[in-house]
């Protein structure tokens, strides 16, 4: 999967496995700066349903380091900053 760098003000969103079915992307930009705590009321926005089929059991990585998505009840809020790349990794299963 090749990756553009995301315009000027913008940082690069990944979705792997079910998010990226859901989204029907690979891969998006979306404008910065943005609280973490804010990514997935804003992803909910654009995919309504998102949240209670994908964001509510996957991870996410802020520049390849999984961070912790806080629920806004007086966590520690990272900002995600232009040119940051966020992934949403669902829950994947082998057999």
């Known amino acids: 999967m090749s990756d553009p760098k995301p315009p000027k003000g913008h940082f690069h969103i990944l979705y792997f496995a079910t998010a990226g079915s859901f989204t029907n992307k690979e ?23 998102m949240t209670e089929k994908v964001l509510k059991s996957c991870m996410v990585t802020v520049n390849l380091e999984y961070a912790d998505v806080p629920k806004g009840d ?15 990794v669902p829950p994947v299963s082998s057999g």
Do not use: W
Request: hydrophobic share 35%; proline share 11%; charged share 30%.
């Open 74 to 88: 007086g966590d520690e809020d990272k900002t995600i900053e232009e040119g940051d790349e966020v992934a949403i």
């Open 27 to 49: 891969h998006e930009a979306i404008p910065a700066p943005l609280p973490l705590s804010q990514l997935f009321h804003v992803l909910e926005e654009k995919y309504p349903g």
